[in-house]
Structure formats: C-alpha cells, structure tokens
C-alpha cells in the first residue's frame, strides 16, 4: 500500500503551502512522498530538496465556458470574496484525480495554509477503501444543507437540468468540507468527468466544493465523514478553534484557520 501527501499552490500561495509541507514533515512525523502541484510557477528549489518534495504540474483547467456563463448570469447574491472570479485556482483541485496519482493508492490532499497539529497517523488510520473521506461541512450547523452550495435563482435552466440528473433530494443533504481529504485512487471517478460536470451545471457558488461533492456525494455515494474526535478524544479537524469556543490548537490534530496558534 502506498501514500502520497498532496497540496497545491499558485505564487501568491507558496509560502502558505511551505507552511502546510513543513507542518506535515515535523508535526505530522511523515516520511513519505509530498507532491506539490504548481500552479503556473517554479517553486524554490532549495525549499523543494530540504524538504524532499516532489513538483507535479498540470495544463489549467479550462474556464472560459463557466466564467462566461457566470458573466451573463452573476451570481443572485455575491459570495464573500468573489470566488468565482478571484479565486479559480480552487479549480485546479480537480486535477487530483488525473491518472498521474494512481501511481499512489491513496492521496492525502492538504489545502496550501492549512496547519497539521499532530501526528499524520491520526488521518492514515482511517478505512479509506473505496472511499473519500472528508470532514462534514454541517456537522455544528443543523440548517446547512448543500442548496447554500449552488446557485438557486439566475441559473434556471442549469439548476433544473441538475436535479433533473441528481434529484431534488440532493438539495437537502449534507455534503463535506474539502479543504482536507483522503481518496482511494482506484475510485471510478476522474478528472474529465469532474471537468464536464462543472461546465455542465454553472452553478458552483463554492468552486470546485460543489462539483466534488455531486460525483463523489450524490452520483457515487463513496464520501464518508470524518470522525469528530480521534480514539484518544483528540479533534481531528476543523475549521477554526472558534467552531468549539475555548478550545486551543493543541487539541486538534489538523486545522484550517487556527487563531490560537502563534
């Protein structure tokens, strides 16, 4: 069985992801291969052979068709940081399922910036056979369901012809977080499907979340959340320490926006 860590940068993100690699190699005591998939940049080398990563690039994922559908159609209500426009190198998550990574059985997959508290094992102990594991994105929040995800109001015809494909049910159910997760690379979905369905439905109000979910979610139902809490009563993941009021970065074993780390 064989593992890889993956996480994924552009420039303007290179020292987070230094931030994220650093962490899983002290921290998260792993030993084995890291993958940087460099967005339309050439890495420091030397960061690279300190810490024995490895560079995979990829040819953009092509956007005219979505972001021309968005500029016709705006999105009803503005997300919170303009996503859709100032943030599409989210889109290159997708290349994460390219036959390139089956060279690995299973890919831990790590947002650039996010922070890895303890040992990797806490994840890596997981079932992750045919699965994708993700932590549940409503887990504290009992009114959240994946509508808030997509576009419900100036993409009629895309928002019918989506449920017509994956149900109206669909609107209504839990979906997972994906700034963290663990695949099966031997799982039936690829990249050029992933690809098709976002082009098909320009609906995505979170990016490449919404897309994720509708294959690996909805389609082929093989996302399994995270457990809340390691066998030691540990967090494995969240958010933000804020999600739990009064907790410290020392409890979790992984976390995307710590505010109590320095």
Same mark, same amino acid.
């Given at each position: ?6 996480? *994924?940068?552009?420039? %303007? ?6 931030? @994220?690699?650093? !962490?899983?190699?002290? #921290?998260?005591?792993? $030993? ?93 102990? *997981?079932?992750?056979? %045919? ?6 994105? @409503?887990?504290? !929040?009992?009114?959240? #369901?994946?509508?808030? $995800? ?113």
């Amino acid at each position: 069985m064989s593992t890889a860590v993956v996480t *994924l940068c552009d420039a %303007g993100y290179f020292g987070k992801a230094q931030n @994220t690699i650093r !962490d899983v190699r002290t #921290r998260g005591q792993w $030993q084995g291969p890291i993958i940087l998939v460099a967005v339309e940049f050439v890495p420091d080398p030397e960061f690279l052979k300190e810490q024995n990563v490895q560079i995979a690039t990829f040819p953009r994922i092509p956007l005219e068709q979505l972001l021309d559908a968005y500029r016709k159609s705006p999105l009803s209500t503005a997300t919170h940081d303009g996503r859709e426009f100032k943030k599409t190198t989210q889109w290159e998550k997708l290349h994460l399922f390219d036959p390139f990574f089956k060279q690995w059985e299973r890919i831990v997959y790590v947002d650039a910036g996010l922070r890895i508290l303890d040992s990797l094992d806490n994840f890596l102990s *997981l079932e992750w056979r %045919g699965k994708l594991l993700a932590q549940d994105d @409503t887990w504290n !929040d009992s009114s959240k #369901r994946f509508r808030g $995800q997509l576009e419900m109001v100036n993409q009629p015809e895309a928002l019918k012809a989506y449920t017509d494909t994956y149900g109206l049910g669909v609107l209504d159910e839990i979906f997972f977080l994906n700034c963290i997760w663990i695949h099966d690379t031997s799982l039936s979905v690829v990249k050029e499907e992933l690809i098709d369905v976002m082009n098909t439905y320009p609906i995505w109000r979170t990016n490449e979340m919404g897309v994720m979910n509708t294959l690996f979610t909805f389609k082929y139902r093989v996302w399994t959340p995270f457990p809340l809490t390691t066998p030691s009563g540990k967090y494995l993941f969240d958010w933000c320490e804020l999600n739990r009021p009064g907790t410290h970065w020392t409890q979790y074993c992984a976390l995307k926006y710590p505010v109590t780390l320095r």
